[in-house]
């Protein structure tokens, strides 16, 4: 009787040193597999420290709006989620696909591979958000982290903030209504600007796509002068977006009670001769006075830039 004791005693501590021994040599193996159940399963969000940038909007339109909900569950929720991204600035953001959204990997994947579906949501953010590309990482519980590269350096945005407050506080007339003034920074901007014919031949030695160019070398593109007249009018806080067709982008302008276009590239137009001309065809003109101008450069996507219509 003693000896069956004695031998259920050995072969329980014996179970109980193998049981140990392999908790022990498996611990970070077990503690992973722990920890991947609780992230998959259990956790009810993501934590992490997110600070806004200077230059967050945080307005909703009809394409897009703020989601800071950070567990996505369906492609609507995945696209606001990287407006969102984009819009406050952050440098890191991580959002987790719901259990039931069993494409969110890959309708993530293919909005942040496409360029064009991407620059159509930055159109509604500050230029200074903008970016250059955006990198992403996915891992086994559904999470995705983005990260960007920014379009702006921040020695550039430093200077551009300098020369536009400069610019900004020898021309704005406070006597003048809101169009008023606009129409003086279109009119600032077209006189001290030159179209940038080499950029589209690849051969431009100059940033030309952005307000650097516009403001420091007076050469520009569509997308240089729509970012420059966008700082003006949020330096006046007005409410605006760019807008974009395949071939080209302006800007949005609410103003009035109206969404109204505005176009600085097309009231600069390249003259035969070289000579500077100012037009004011494209000056916060409506949908129907920008169709009537037939012109297949202004064609946009009426399901995204919904106000514009």
């Not at 909005?111 to 990198?135: C, G, Q, R």
């Not at 002068?225 to 009018?233: G, I, N, V």
Request: charged fraction near 25%.
């Amino acid at each position: 009787m003693k000896k069956s004791k004695l031998l259920k005693l050995t072969i329980k501590v014996i179970l109980i040193v193998v049981v140990g021994y392999l908790v022990y040599d498996n611990y970070y193996l077990i503690t992973n597999k722990i920890e991947y159940v609780y992230t998959k399963y259990f956790e009810p969000n993501i934590r992490q420290d997110l600070n806004d940038g200077n230059y967050r909007k945080k307005e909703n339109y009809a394409y897009v709006k703020i989601n800071e909900n950070t567990i996505i569950k369906n492609e609507e929720d995945a696209k606001n989620a990287i407006y969102t991204f984009l819009d406050a600035g952050w440098s890191e953001y991580t959002i987790k696909c719901d259990l039931n959204y069993t494409s969110c990997v890959n309708d993530v994947k293919k909005m942040v591979e496409n360029n064009t579906y991407l620059t159509d949501l930055s159109n509604f953010i500050h230029p200074f958000n903008t970016f250059n590309k955006v990198n992403t990482t996915f891992n086994s519980t559904g999470r995705i982290t983005l990260k960007k590269e920014n379009r702006y350096t921040q020695t550039q945005i430093d200077k551009i903030n300098k020369k536009i407050e400069e610019i900004y506080n020898e021309n704005y007339d406070p006597n003048k209504n809101v169009m008023e003034n606009i129409k003086i920074f279109h009119d600032y901007i077209i006189n001290n600007t030159k179209y940038d014919t080499k950029n589209t031949t690849g051969l431009s030695d100059i940033d030309s796509s952005t307000a650097y160019g516009v403001l420091f070398e007076g050469v520009g593109i569509c997308s240089g002068y729509a970012d420059t007249m966008s700082l003006f009018l949020e330096k006046m806080k007005v409410k605006n977006y760019r807008i974009s067709s395949n071939t080209h982008v302006w800007n949005l302008v609410y103003v009035g009670g109206n969404w109204l276009h505005l176009d600085l590239t097309w009231d600069d137009p390249i003259t035969n001769d070289g000579s500077d001309m100012l037009s004011d065809k494209y000056f916060l003109i409506d949908n129907n006075t920008l169709k009537s101008n037939a012109d297949t450069e202004h064609t946009f996507n009426e399901k995204i830039y919904v106000e514009a219509k």
